[in-house]
């Protein structure tokens, strides 16, 4: 009677797996090529929108590229779970009644999750962020390495990984949406001509965009705004270059060498901080005796 009852189990497991068996492991198969074939299509559709000539498109082509295949995946895994879920004889119908109340009974403990989505939507959507700006976002900055509904992910300059939840980014800094600028304030001894003075930076300029090397990062001559401060030591010209996005920094470093080097040929001062020393004096005119020595440190 046992062997009967063994060989009847059997039977049925032969069976379900002839049948059942075999419809799930064929739709598990299918979910898996049609999510290949869907994430290569992507790829191919949208790379042929962002170009690599075109720095800006390809960063929105890459953000829109990531947030989609994502999207995609989780929507083949929910309907392959629901195929699979009726196969194995569950209903279905009281798992997705009892999902929506989960659900929301769930939306009123996340409201942060879903502010966090709804906020990232909104970031998608008007291309605020994408991925390879360098960005300010909730006291933090780097470069975006991914965006998501949920979060942003930045790599500051001495590596670190700053998870931020879209949630809690108010205002959003782009430093390198379409074109950037690098802004100097250059500081000269009150003594010298400021005319002479925005003659050597202009020069420096050109010499700098005839140069292969930084030529097409520089988008535009430099802009010299003029004198803008009086400061204590030093008279203040404030100039800036536009250049490509995330170049600014480069150009703006081999621009301040150069320009020092160009300032010493010219013998122009490049100040600091002066102090002098008053004595004081008594109202017959005369100041006490100030004395100074000279100690030898070897």
Known sequence: MGSMNIQMYLEEIGEWALTSGLQILLVIVVMLIASRVIHVAVNRAIGR????????????????????????????????????LGQLGIAIGPILAAAGVLGLAVGFGAQ???????????????????????????GKGGLVEKVSLRMVILRDLAGNVHYVRNGTIDVVTNMTKDYSRYV???????????????????????ELRRDPAFAESILEPIEILGLDEFADSAIIIK????????KQWEIGREFNRRLKQSFDRHNIEIPFPHLTLYMGQDKQGSSPVLRVQSQDSR
């Open 239 to 246: 100039a800036r270059t536009k250049t490509k996005p995330i």
């Open 112 to 138: 942060s999750l879903v502010g966090d989505v709804i906020s990232g939507f909104f970031i998608l959507l008007e291309d605020q962020i994408r991925v390879g700006d360098v960005v300010q976002i909730a």
């Open 184 to 206: 100097f304030d250059i500081g000269v001894a009150y003594r010298e001509d400021v005319d002479e003075v925005i003659e050597v930076i202009r020069a420096v300029d050109e």
């Open 49 to 84: 929108i962002g170009g690599k000539e075109d720095l800006e498109l390809q960063k929105r082509s890459d953000t829109l590229r990531s947030i989609i295949n994502s999207l995609v995946s989780v929507v083949i895994f929910a309907v392959g779970l629901m195929i699979i």
